[in-house]
């Protein structure tokens, strides 16, 4: 079982910054996929962005040019960064960490971003 803490949300005005933040207990070699979704009130959950192993990233056209994701490898700990810029109010939900190892996923308990208008 992947401990997955996340942190970093908070309330912001639009336009303002937030970074999140979740820690893998786990080592890199054993994650293929790490990524953050994201679930607005009445909307289905959707993803923002993921990085590979390899450190291939991919984003929502949404958050295209204002989020950046980025990862940092400890000896027995992966955490993974969501550099978030240029916050809009549509960017208001319930953001969750996810990570893929072999044919099983893991999620974190979410993270809350409100940007006020």
């Known amino acids: 079982q992947v401990q997955l803490v996340e942190s970093g949300g908070g309330l912001v005005q639009a336009g303002g910054s937030l970074r999140l933040s979740c820690a893998a207990s786990e080592r890199i070699f054993s994650i293929n996929v790490m990524g953050w979704y994201r679930q607005a009130p009445g909307k289905q959950r959707e993803l923002v962005a993921v990085?590979?192993?390899?450190?291939?990233?991919?984003?929502a056209d949404s958050v295209k040019g204002r989020f950046t994701i980025s990862r940092d490898n400890n000896k027995n700990t992966v955490t993974v960064y969501l550099q978030m810029n240029s916050l809009k109010p549509e960017d208001t939900a319930l953001y969750y960490c996810h990570v893929l190892m072999g044919p099983s996923d893991f999620w974190g308990q979410g993270t809350q971003v409100t940007v006020s208008s």
């Open positions: 990085i590979t192993r390899g450190g291939y990233t991919n984003y």
